[in-house]
C-alpha cells in the first residue's frame, strides 16, 4: 500500500512562492505515475499538475502552466511543486496522488496541505 504525504504548505502573499513535497513510502515514485489536485472551498477537485513514470513526461493545467513546476527525486523518493507568482485563485488544499498502472484514475491520495494565498 502506497503511502503519501504532503508538505509545504502555508500562507504566502500573492506574487510569492511556495514549494509543495510529496513524500511516498512502500514503492518508489519512479514506478508510479505522480500527480497533484487541489481543492478550494465550494469547487470541485482539479488537476494540477502530473509526472509521468515513464521518461518523466510532465502536464500542467492551463492555469498554471508557466508558473507551476512539478518533478521527482528519486533518491528521495519525493515529488514536488515549484509554486511561483501565486495569487489568491490558488489557494486551495492541494494533494498528491499516485496510480501504478495506465487507469486514468489514481490509486492513492495523500492527506492534502492547506495552501493559503493572500491578496
Known amino acids: 500500500q502506497v503511502q503519501l504525504v504532503e508538505s509545504g504548505g502555508g500562507l504566502v502573499q500573492a506574487g510569492g512562492s511556495l514549494k509543495l513535497s510529496c513524500a511516498a513510502s512502500?514503492?518508489?515514485?519512479?514506478?508510479?505515475?505522480m500527480a497533484w489536485f487541489r481543492q478550494a472551498p465550494g469547487k470541485e477537485r482539479e488537476f494540477v499538475a502530473s509526472?509521468?513514470?515513464?521518461?518523466?513526461?510532465?502536464g500542467y493545467a492551463d492555469s498554471v502552466k508557466g508558473r507551476f513546476t512539478i518533478s521527482r527525486d528519486n533518491a528521495k523518493n519525493t515529488v514536488y511543486l515549484q509554486m511561483n507568482n501565486l495569487g489568491p485563485e490558488d489557494t486551495a488544499v492541494y494533494h498528491c496522488?499516485?496510480?501504478?498502472?495506465?487507469?486514468?484514475?489514481?490509486?492513492?491520495w495523500g492527506q492534502g496541505t492547506q495552501v493559503t494565498v493572500s491578496s
Open positions: 496522488a499516485a496510480k501504478a498502472g495506465p487507469q486514468r484514475t489514481y490509486d492513492y
Open positions: 512502500a514503492r518508489t515514485v519512479s514506478t508510479l505515475d
Open positions: 509526472i509521468t513514470r515513464v521518461m518523466a513526461i510532465t
